[in-house]
Structures are given as C-alpha cells and as structure tokens.
C-alpha cells in the first residue's frame, strides 16, 4: 500500500515538472504588478522554489551565476522569505535584477505552480516555455547563449 502512494507521488511530480499554464494577459498583469519593464529585457526566469527540486535547484545555480546580468530579470517565487535568503544569499536575493514575489502572485495568476518558466521576449511578444525535467541543461545553456550576446 505504502509502495503505491510512493508511485503516485513520484508520478506526479515527474508529470508535473513539464506543466504551465499559457496565460498571457496575466502574464502581463503580473509584470506589472510586480515592476517590471518587461519590454527591456531580453528574458525572465520565474523560479518557485516549491515544487520539481532538480530543476529548481539547477535554476537557482543560474540565478547565482547570472544575477548581474542586466539582460535578464529573475523572479523568485516564494513566500518563505527566509529560505530565499538561504538559497540564494544576500549578495544575489538583494540584485537589481532579482525581484522576490513573496505574495505567490504567479501562483494566483496561474502562470506556474511548480515548475520554473522561461520568457524571452521576441520582438515584444513573450514566448513562454515551461522548464522540462529531460531538457532543463539544454534550456538553460539556450538562455545563457540569448542573454549573453
């Protein structure tokens, strides 16, 4: 019995690392609540630090790595303030380019709910993509090629 919620739960958060929902308009709703001049930047990552921890944490490496980037924007999502801190440390939670939704507004506005997102903007228009378990290195190395040029 308890080998089957086991393979439940693991199901669940393997299917569920590929899951976002495609919400444009609150996309935009949330930029805005949140400050952010979207239209700047070349790309955003949203990072809920609840949810699939391999992408997170592999997520959370590239904050570290790129967070002077100003091409990039990083949104960290997360009510716990502390383990925002934890994970990130002051000299990176602190960045310009790092804004700490600590209101779950992403949540609320059906953006993620576990999984990370990638948004570049072409031309104006975001392009959303939901970070994939299988794919999370190839993505992150496309996202660091775009914001590095």
Excluded at 130 to 135: A, L, Q, R, T
């Amino acid at each position: 019995m308890i080998n089957y919620f086991f393979s439940i739960i693991m199901m669940s958060m393997i299917f569920g690392c590929n899951k976002h929902y495609d919400n444009s308009e609150g996309l935009n709703e949330y930029f805005s609540e949140l400050n952010i001049a979207y239209e700047d930047l070349d790309a955003c990552l949203i990072v809920p630090l609840q949810g699939c921890s391999s992408c997170i944490d592999k997520c959370v490496s590239f904050v570290k790595k790129n967070h002077t980037n100003n091409k990039i924007h990083f949104i960290i999502v997360s009510s716990d303030l502390r383990d925002v801190k934890i994970r990130l440390g002051s000299n990176v939670w602190r960045s310009k380019s790092v804004t700490i939704d600590s209101s779950m507004l992403a949540v609320k506005k059906s953006l993620t709910y576990i999984s990370p997102l990638i948004i570049s903007n072409e031309q104006g228009d975001p392009i959303v993509t939901s970070i994939n378990v299988g794919e999370i290195d190839k993505q992150l190395a496309s996202l660091q090629r775009k914001i590095n040029l």
